[in-house]
């Protein structure tokens, strides 16, 4: 350890601002920050949770002073090895926020009035039994988020499928994850990754596209620079139209034209092909190619990319053909590539296509299911997995991998559950963009919101406003000052993450368990509780007749294990001993699976090295997937693209972060990133507003020129509620996953004049 003078304190270090925060002695050279330690105080206890932030699930260790949350630091012994954000690092601030919700409201007369929780709640139940009754089961719904508690993501899609008989539940996740998701079902018919973080302690090459990992996943970004400093053959690939940081210690920065990538996926496919990278012995063994509609041959596969030749699609990229062939070359030849993607990928009308590709890539050249070698999605919440993924709390899903429109797969639930057959209606439910529209048309009439603020969230976002306004809203939430309470009827408060107990899911199947640590403020109650009062009041409380955390993943671990995503030996007692644990993991005695689809993974047979055991006939599947352009394209009246995105200050819409004076000195207020030449063309320069506008509206903000934004590309982060972007952010949608396309707006801009 270096000697205290060597320490700087968090506010010093958010100062510094390179983002990651760790307590140990290990060695962060290589990137530009060195060793950084905190200088925490005494507590009382220290009892080890995790992070309530992004799906990297950081382990923590929070420290209770005189009954509060006084103290975060970085868990050593979790898979983060003690290294966490300055997100994280404020959780003890955050956690003790002024202004929180303590008491129920009602709206009357436009105002929110304090009311009893009986009040607060017969009024839900009056809404949703009448609407019920007089629309029928559609005209409700729920809308959740990947920050609600395992427990309560379930319980919530258990009263709606199987209880009232509606699918209209879906939530946050369906704005981040949905492609990823619908893409590694396509691909090995089973939603999760097959690999894990340990991987990127064994690649040799990171092929990172549509991430911004620096920002957006901070001690992911430190193990990949830990790796890259043990073993300087590593080689670093970063596909982005922005020169993030991530870019900026990239071997290759691919800075494709936005929306392009598809082009550049099939053309590394080709390369792969031409010059022999590819393993005929394991395609031939391991993968079936579809065409979108049939299986097709190999050959037809070949003659699929002779159309993404590198001299063909380059000029369109915005690369040369040596760079697409180079990038080609370090994915297929590598002795372990690792590939990581967000929502630069995900965020897109093409982003299961673009998933489907991702995996292929991995697919044609065996690297999979070996150390280092693996498709690995990073995902953006910190339960949009175990919570809302894996208990299928989407509008087309049910637990386990199961779909509403599989009538075997209803049945199957229904079983389990112990409702008549034909309780879950056999309807795929609304997604979260056509739920909001179902508002619009006054199909659905009253929707409960838990733990997401969708007024600020949305694309497109005036429209959905506008939409809520005929809708009764309920909202959950922490604080009352969120985008989304202005639309709510009633708001109930909730308790803060480290004021209840429930399991987070992340990235890579790892299950780990948050215990409560203090009671909530006031009358504050945690979602859990609120959903099993709803239940009750609607006539369902037999049917969630678990009414406790515990005995609620009790059941869930049960009904798991009905499915391939089997964890049934995942007990809150082993939890509460093991820094968490990777399903599948079927008995109480299995330590969890690293990696799936191969030895080891309790699914593959025995005597078998691989077996992508999610298809029938344990073959996983390349996709034959053509590049369709967006419909949102520049034109004359639109010549630029707005992509928005992270930065790694803030948390999502900003309703916690943003309150901690430090984070929001060291973010600064929402702006334009500008390319220095698009800036001169505007005529404008540091600190000029500009009016931006896109076919969806128009917005006013600063400018801030940077070199590290491509010409015709603006960048605006979604944190800040007097800054909302999403008013002006594309709502289309990618046809299988039904997420929208956030990343690709065009837009035209012009320098805003003052009337003083
Ligand atoms: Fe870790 Fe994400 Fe929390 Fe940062 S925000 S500490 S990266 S879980």
């Known amino acids: 350890m270096k000697d205290s003078s060597d320490k700087v304190t968090r506010r010093q270090f958010v100062k510094l601002s390179s983002g990651v925060v760790a307590v140990s002695s290990m060695a962060f050279a290589g990137w530009g920050i060195t060793e950084i330690l905190v200088d925490e105080g005494p507590v009382d206890s220290w009892h080890k949770s995790v992070c309530r932030f992004c799906g990297t699930g950081c382990g923590v260790m929070i420290g209770k002073k005189d009954g509060k949350i006084a103290r975060i630091r970085g868990d050593k012994e979790a898979h983060n090895k003690g290294v966490i954000c300055i997100k994280g690092s404020m959780l003890a601030e955050i956690s003790q926020l002024n202004g929180r919700l303590t008491k129920p409201k009602i709206r009357q007369d436009g105002e929110l009035k304090e009311a009893s929780w009986d009040e607060a709640m017969s009024l839900v139940a009056e809404k949703f039994s009448h609407s019920i009754i007089k629309n029928g089961p559609d005209s409700v719904a729920f809308y959740g988020s990947g920050q609600l508690f395992t427990e309560e993501s379930y319980t919530a899609n258990k009263l709606f499928k199987a209880g009232i008989g509606t699918n209209n539940v879906d939530g946050n996740p369906r704005l981040c994850m949905a492609s990823a998701a619908v893409g590694y079902t396509q691909t090995f018919g089973k939603d999760e990754p097959a690999g894990a973080y340990e991987d990127i302690d064994h690649a040799t090459c990171f092929f990172i596209i549509g991430s911004n990992t620096y920002e957006g996943h901070p001690p992911i970004w430190e193990r990949i620079m830990i790796r890259k400093k043990s073993n300087p053959k590593v080689k670093i690939i970063v596909v982005d139209p922005r020169r993030t940081k991530t870019a900026q210690y990239a071997d290759l920065h691919l800075p494709v034209a936005p929306g392009t990538d598809l082009l550049l996926l099939n053309a590394m496919a080709q390369i792969i092909v031409e010059k022999g990278l590819h393993d005929p012995g394991f395609i031939q063994e391991h993968v079936n190619f579809n065409d979108g509609k049939n299986t097709v041959s190999w050959n037809n596969y070949v003659t699929f990319l002779q159309d993404y030749r590198p001299e063909k699609v380059a000029n369109e990229l915005g690369l040369t053909p040596g760079q697409i062939e180079e990038a080609a070359y370090l994915f297929g030849s590598s002795d372990a590539t690792l590939s990581l993607w ?201 049917l969630i007749k678990n009414k406790t955390a515990k005995d609620t993943w009790d059941e869930w671990r049960k009904v798991s294990a009905h499915s391939k995503y089997n964890f049934e030996g995942i007990t809150y007692e082993r939890l509460q001993k093991e820094r968490g644990l990777q399903w599948p993991c079927p008995t109480e005695d299995h330590p969890g699976t690293v990696r799936r689809y191969c030895k080891g993974d309790p699914f593959v047979q025995e005597g078998r090295e691989i077996q992508f055991y999610g298809k029938p006939d344990n073959k996983a599947v390349v996709f034959l997937r053509p590049y369709i352009p967006s419909t949102e394209k520049t034109t004359d009246q639109y010549p630029l693209y707005l992509t928005t995105g992270r930065v790694i200050e803030q948390w999502h819409t900003g309703t916690m972060t943003d309150k901690i004076s430090e984070i929001s000195k060291t973010s600064g207020r929402g702006r334009f990133f500008i390319n220095p030449q698009d800036a001169y063309e505007a005529k404008v320069t540091d600190g000029d507003e500009i009016e931006l506008e896109s076919r969806y509206g128009k917005i006013t903000g600063m400018v801030e020129i940077s070199e590290d934004e491509s010409p015709g590309v603006l960048f605006a982060s979604f944190f800040d509620s007097k800054f909302l972007i999403n008013v002006v952010v594309s709502d289309l949608l990618d046809p299988f996953s039904k997420q929208p396309e956030y990343k690709i707006t065009a837009v035209s801009i012009k320098k805003h004049q003052t009337t003083s």
Request: charged share 20%; net charge negative.
């Open 342 to 542: 967000t929502m630069g990928i995900n965020q897109r009308v093409q982003g299961v296509f673009l998933n489907n590709c991702l995996n292929s890539l991995h697919l044609i050249t065996s690297q999979i299911c070996r150390p280092g070698a693996t498709p690995l999605s990073l995902t953006g919440q910190c339960n949009a997995c175990g919570g809302v993924r894996d208990t299928g709390s989407l509008s087309h899903l049910l637990p386990g991998g199961r779909f509403v429109n599989n009538p075997e797969h209803r049945q199957e639930m229904e079983e389990i559950w112990g409702v008549p057959e034909g309780t879950i209606s056999s309807k795929p439910g609304y997604d979260a963009i056509n739920l909001f529209k179902a508002m619009d048309e006054e199909k659905v009439a009253v929707c409960l919101i838990m733990c997401t603020n969708p007024a600020q969230s949305l694309p497109n976002a005036s429209l959905y406003r506008e939409a809520m306004k005929k809708c009764f809203i309920v909202v959950a939430d922490i604080f009352e000052d969120t985008e989304t309470a202005q639309y709510a009827d009633v708001i109930l408060p909730a308790a803060f993450y480290t004021e209840k107990t429930g399991v987070y899911g992340q990235t890579e199947r790892r299950y780990q368990l948050v215990e409560k640590l203090i009671d909530p403020p006031g009358e504050a109650r945690s979602d859990l509780e609120i959903i099993v009062d709803l239940a009750e009041r609607l006539g369902h409380g037999g």
